[in-house]
């Protein structure tokens, strides 16, 4: 009987073949790579624009706003307490002011700024001037023009942490260190203002970031109210 003998022969592959098909793989990853990339920056692009567009919604709610409150100066307003208006006014314009059927007080306006007071708080006279007070504050700092810078950066880059941190951080000092200067300033009581942002916050709705509003967020109200009676 004849026996056949079989023997495995080992071909080594050319190396270009290896080469090619390495680079053939290394360049699908990255091409991968940059469609993934291309999409995220799409979707990104894309809510940075909408939420820019709702800034500049938000702006033109505003003028309408305007154009349908009954405005006065604020000088002339019969429940102000004068005092208070004169610490302020070295460094204050005329400021306007009007009621509305609005849950929380608020101050907007770019040249003239416009503080709007809920109608369910404009006859009580210590409650009236102590919003008065608040709003003097971030109008004298002008905080009512650097929101329209905020809301823009937050519209562009609030996606990422450390944008979205440092917005939410500056907010929160703007408000107490406000609280701060009412209090000290123009002698009020620490225990009538956080009973106002308390029973403010309660009754406040959704407003524009536009807005100034007494009760920016209700994350930092323990935080303002602890700060006050420190």
């Known amino acids: 009987a004849s026996t056949s003998n079989f023997y495995m022969v080992s071909v080594p592959i050319p190396n270009f073949v290896i080469s090619a098909q390495s680079a053939s793989i290394n360049a699908t990853s990255l091409l991968n790579l940059h469609s993934v990339i291309a999409l995220v920056t799409s979707i990104l692009i894309g809510i940075a624009?909408?939420?820019?567009?709702?800034?500049?919604?938000d702006l033109l709610s505003l003028r309408n706003l305007r154009q349908k409150l009954h405005l006065q100066w604020l000088r002339n307003h019969s429940m102000l307490n004068t005092r208070n208006y004169k610490a302020a006014s070295e460094s204050t314009s005329d400021v306007l002011i009007a009621t509305a059927n609005?849950?929380?007080p608020f101050t907007f306006g770019w040249f003239t700024p416009i503080i709007v007071i809920p109608n369910h708080l404009q006859n009580n006279h210590s409650t009236f001037n102590l919003i008065v007070a608040h709003e003097l504050v971030?109008?004298?700092?002008?905080?009512?023009?650097?929101?329209?810078?905020?809301?823009?950066?937050?519209?562009?880059?609030?996606?990422?942490?450390?944008?979205s941190y440092l917005l939410h951080q500056i907010n929160d000092f703007r408000e107490t260190s406000c609280d701060q200067?009412?209090?000290?300033?123009?002698?009020?009581?620490?225990?009538?203002?956080?009973?106002?942002?308390?029973?403010?916050?309660?009754?406040?709705?959704?407003?524009?970031?536009?807005?100034?509003?007494?009760?920016?967020?209700s994350s930092n109200l323990k935080k303002r109210i602890q700060t006050m009676s420190m």
């Open 49 to 57: 624009l909408l939420k820019t567009a709702i800034v500049f919604k």
């Open 102 to 104: 609005v849950g929380t």
């Open 181 to 217: 200067e009412v209090i000290t300033e123009f002698q009020a009581s620490p225990a009538q203002y956080a009973k106002l942002i308390f029973s403010v916050s309660q009754a406040s709705g959704p407003h524009s970031n536009l807005q100034i509003a007494l009760t920016e967020q």
């Open 138 to 163: 971030h109008i004298r700092r002008h905080d009512y023009r650097l929101n329209l810078v905020l809301s823009l950066i937050k519209a562009l880059l609030g996606f990422h942490p450390l944008v």
